[in-house]
């Protein structure tokens, strides 16, 4: 189940307040029994990186809805931006790694330092590390159980680049859960059926027509 409560208007009326160049936002939402306090940092130049996108809390409930076990598994997320997934998937006693370009990072760490559960971390506390895909890669290892991407598939020049990345994380059996809105504009359904499929198994597990998103499950095939 998903609540979200505002606690900041998201569009402030006072002109004084029009004319500053950052507004944040935050927002509690209860996933998979976690609350979870996340601020949304506006016109900070993080520009995707800023929002929780409804993709990312589709796959929480996702998760939920398949009691998907999270203790004890080695995760990490790409383009987490305010690291809804990978908090939440941390607070479930996953051993986490956050990543995303080095400019979304300092939201990242604060939303993780502003979700450490009463009694502590189950497992250690999330890792946030910049990863430019397709670059930076190799420094990752490959032994994860998850590979976790919520709506980071709308820049076809990055697609290659992102098959790369998944390719060398999943290289040890690692499976990977996608979910995104389906934008023809940005031939998001072209990642799926072309690019990823040059190298993974891939299964649509979920279709949300009204919300538009898919999600999807993927294994990397055995090199020849």
């Known amino acids: 189940m998903i609540c979200a409560e505002d606690e900041d208007d998201p569009f402030p009326v006072d002109d004084d307040c029009l004319s ?3 507004f944040s936002q935050e927002t509690v939402y209860r996933l998979m029994g976690e609350e979870l306090r996340i601020e949304q940092l506006f016109g900070a130049n993080l520009g995707v990186a800023a929002p929780v ?6 796959l929480c409930c996702y998760f939920e ?3 998907v076990e999270f203790r004890g598994r080695r995760v990490i997320e790409l383009g987490a931006g305010t690291g809804v997934v990978g908090i939440l998937a941390a607070r479930l006693g996953a051993e986490v790694t956050v990543t ?7 939201q990242l760490q604060a939303n993780v330092s502003a979700n450490v559960p009463p ?3 189950p497992s250690a506390p999330p890792a946030v590390l910049p990863l430019c895909w397709g670059e930076d890669h190799l420094a990752f290892p490959s032994d994860w159980d998850l590979v976790l991407c919520a709506d980071i598939v709308y820049l076809p020049e990055t697609y290659p680049l992102l098959v790369e990345t998944l390719a060398h994380l999943c290289k040890n059996g690692a499976v990977v859960y996608l979910s995104s809105k389906m934008r023809r504009e940005h031939r998001t359904q072209s990642f799926y059926e072309e690019h990823l499929r040059s190298r993974f198994d891939v299964e649509l597990v979920l279709r949300d027509d009204n919300q538009n998103n898919n999600i999807y499950c993927a294994s990397k095939r055995a090199e020849e």
């Open 119 to 121: 009694a502590g971390w």
């Open 20 to 22: 500053t160049e950052t």
């Open 65 to 67: 809805d398949q009691s």
């Open 100 to 106: 995303d370009l080095p400019l979304a990072l300092p």
């Open 53 to 58: 996108w409804e993709a990312a809390l589709h």
